[in-house]
């Protein structure tokens, strides 16, 4: 049976290869366990609807439209002018903007898309105009946007809680660490990289002139800003499920889209409802055949055969992270976030808990991974998403692009597996 899962999962790479719709790749590795091996499917399918009606998997239809009504609400560029005015007059300032606006928008939206589409728009020309190459600021924002499958709440981390029944807000925390250290490494780099563009720099205003702007701008980003401290707020709080926080942030940012930054009208919020439907119309469809697939490879004991095959090359746990990491990695190249949580955290969780690394460590392990992914082609979703708006093409955004990963992904996919307090000491201060 091992032979047929792996042609199964030899033909969803094929297909996601030739550039099939992931729905359809994951179709056509469910036909050959259908066809070949011994499953039936009619038993997964009864089982995978049941799944889809979990209340947990609400959340992610819920984020996707609360990131998409912020990229045109205004709440993202008021959160942008909020950044910029403390270290907008500073050298390399403004990339660090595109960084923790990014991370702002990742910790209300849970969606890695989301930073790219609200910010791309309004900071890539603002960056070109001010000497940054068109190519680094695309790549940056690219990559700083990725922060939002790490920074809390993620749809990501909802999606692996739900899969390894593993506490949600334990996952949740987890990806925290690693991801605000992801984001400092980005800003360092930035500050770094930025001493050889010629960059056209505000007047670095007086004191009392800063205090103001900082001020002016913190009273008008004050509505944008309050929507992570009400959902972290009150997912931590224990007042609320992801869930519910996820109908919040629908529910606040309507009114504040409307009626106090005015981007949202009737006749583009119609547009907004209709791309939103669309985008969770196929992620929910990628899901629903991803877990059936994922279930037919656990009913035929493929996780257990797969963690014997692999402590018969090794049992060094030093090793297996490494090849655990290259695995993840090149599955983050081919596959979007979703898919690869789905599809890899189940098959090597067992792995994981044998060499002594917890569910909640390999949810940060399996995060910065798949976020490094989402901007590594050939997949790079994130990356060619941010190419278009940029208007800058693609085979000049990877190499800042890749200079990036670096420097900011890779140093913290080495910390996160070995030095397992920088994901788990936030859970356990939380009592997980």
Not at 58 to 67: N, Q
Not at 172 to 199: E, Q
Not at 272 to 291: C, D, N, P, R, W
């Amino acid at each position: 049976m091992v032979e047929i899962a792996l042609l199964a999962i030899a033909i969803l790479v094929i297909l996601l290869t030739l550039g099939v719709p992931l729905p359809y790749c994951f179709g056509g590795g469910l036909m050959v366990m259908y066809f070949i091996g011994d499953t039936t499917m009619k038993g997964n399918m009864l089982w995978g609807y049941q799944q889809m009606g979990n209340p947990v998997i609400l959340a992610i239809p819920l984020f996707i439209l609360a990131g998409t009504i912020m990229a045109e609400s205004g709440i993202a560029a008021a959160l942008l002018r909020f950044v910029n005015a403390f270290v907008g007059h500073i050298r390399g300032g403004l990339g660090v903007v595109a960084t923790v606006s990014c991370a702002i928008i990742g910790a209300i939206s849970g969606s890695g898309l989301t930073g790219v589409a609200a910010i791309g728009p309004l900071l890539i020309p603002e960056m070109a105009a001010k000497g940054y190459p068109r190519e680094y600021a695309t790549a940056l924002v690219a990559n700083a946007s990725l922060l939002g499958l790490l920074i809390p709440p993620s749809v990501t981390m909802i999606v692996y809680g739900w899969v390894t029944d593993t506490s949600i807000l334990a996952c949740f925390l987890s990806t925290l660490g690693p991801g605000l250290l992801v984001m400092l490494f980005f800003s360092l780099a930035n500050i770094w990289m930025s001493r050889k563009f010629d960059l056209v720099l505000d007047k670095k205003p007086s004191f009392s002139k800063l205090v103001s702007n900082v001020s002016k701008q913190g009273f008008n980003a004050a509505p944008a800003l309050l929507m992570p401290i009400i959902i972290l707020g009150g997912i931590y709080g224990g007042i609320v499920t992801p869930t519910e926080a996820a109908a919040i942030a629908v529910i606040y940012s309507l009114p504040v889209g409307f009626l106090i930054y005015k981007g949202l009208t009737i006749k583009n919020f119609l547009v907004i409802g209709k791309e939103a439907a669309t985008a969770v119309g196929a992620i929910m469809l990628m899901i629903l055949f991803s877990m059936i697939l994922s279930q037919m490879l656990t009913l035929e004991s493929i996780p257990q055969k797969l963690v014997q095959a692999i402590f018969s090359i090794t049992e060094n746990k030093i090793a297996l992270l490494i090849l655990v990491n290259i695995l993840l990695f090149f599955t983050g190249m081919i596959v979007n976030d979703l898919t690869a949580v789905i599809l890899i955290g189940p098959l090597l969780l067992p792995l994981m808990t044998a060499i002594g690394v917890s569910p909640v460590q390999f949810a940060a392990i399996m995060g910065v991974n798949t976020a490094m992914g989402g901007v590594t082609p050939p997949y790079a979703s994130v990356l060619y998403l941010g190419a278009r708006i940029g208007n800058v093409k693609v085979t000049k955004v990877i190499p800042p692009a890749m200079t990036l990963i670096a420097v900011g992904y890779l140093p913290v996919v080495v910390l996160t597996s070995a030095w397992p307090d920088l994901s788990l000491f936030l859970p356990r201060l939380f009592g997980y």
